[in-house]
């Protein structure tokens, strides 16, 4: 079993429910949408056996993997989370929600683009829904959105600074108008980490 990797690297996760948790951060290639916010490069990437992606992620003092891309989905089995179960990880998904998500996984962010009424079709419960949020968007109805523990509206982070901060005061403003959502900011770009 192989995997299309873009990049494998240790750090804190930097938003949603497990905000600040050391983790190993497996970033495979690929994407099904092309989103104009979007700050990943998720193109390229190199065809990886699980074991040698095992022999990597034994290095980092973490039993936590967080799967993203690109679209993690889009490569993502049952049997390879089932791998890595075996070997003691815990293992979170960041996913567009646009394709059914592997079983076993620990915890399960999805971030709805666009029409979120998709990924209440695919995936009709997580952990955690991420809304990334530009001023002026419209905020769907939770019941619009798959049953999750917690709903977090994510501003859009930008390179112009006034954008960024007017993301986040709409947000606020959100959140303090509309019941059942949290704020997440992606602190690892406060704190300039990866």
Not at 42 to 52: A, D, N, P, Q
Not at 157 to 177: G, H, M, S, W
């Amino acid at each position: 079993m192989s995997l299309k990797v873009k990049e494998i690297f240790y750090s804190l996760q930097g938003e949603g429910g497990r905000q600040g948790k050391a983790s190993v951060f497996i970033r495979l290639s690929g994407c099904n949408l092309k989103c104009d916010f979007c700050d990943t490069d998720f193109s390229g990437g190199k065809m990886s056996e699980l074991t040698h992606i095992l022999s990597i992620i034994r290095k980092f003092p973490c039993k936590c993997i967080i799967w993203t891309g690109g679209e993690p989905a889009l490569q993502l089995t049952g049997e390879t989370v089932a791998f890595f179960k075996r070997e003691g990880y815990f293992q979170a998904i960041e996913s567009n929600g646009h394709y059914p998500l592997p079983e076993l996984l620990d915890y399960t962010t999805v971030s709805p683009k666009g029409n979120p009424d998709y990924a209440l079709k695919i995936n009709p419960v997580v952990d955690e829904v991420r809304l990334p949020v530009k001023k002026g968007d419209a905020i769907p109805d939770l019941k619009r959105l798959p049953e999750a523990k917690y709903y977090f509206l994510s501003p859009v982070f930008t390179d112009d600074a006034l954008a960024t901060r007017e993301n986040i005061n709409y947000c606020v403003e959100q959140i303090k108008r509309l019941a059942g959502w949290r704020l997440s900011l992606q602190i690892h770009k406060l704190i300039s980490i990866e």
